[in-house]
Nanobody
């Protein structure tokens, strides 16, 4: 049974940095994509960034130049380095993984940016 585990959320002041991690465990044969979405209170879940199995990385316009997604294939893990955080980045961040064309979500990790 595949599991998606996130870590790294927390409270930070505006302008600060955080790093999120997402690891996938289980019978992993083919990871099609891994990445992050977020959901702020009262808003719909939105795309943040992801990386395909082939290594193509995509970012939402709102985080380009501030967030960096990287991956460690040996550990089936992706990292989201978030710099220059803004109050509007406050949200629950969810790891989204597609394994053998099946979609999995993590439980979410809270990121709070204070002014």
């Amino acid at each position: 049974q595949e599991q998606v585990v996130e870590s790294g959320g927390g409270l930070v002041q505006a302008g600060g940095s955080l790093r999120l991690s997402c690891s996938v465990s289980g019978r992993i044969f083919d990871i099609n994509a891994m990445g992050w979405y977020r959901q702020a209170p009262g808003k719909q879940r939105e795309f943040v960034a992801d990386v395909t199995g082939g290594g193509t990385t995509t970012y939402a316009d709102s985080v380009k130049g501030r967030f960096t997604l990287s991956r460690d294939n040996a550990k089936n893990t992706v990292y989201l380095q978030m710099n220059s955080l803004r109050v509007e980045d406050t949200a629950v961040y969810y790891c989204r993984t597609i394994i053998a064309h099946v979609l999995y979500w993590g439980q979410g990790t809270q990121v709070t940016v204070s002014s």
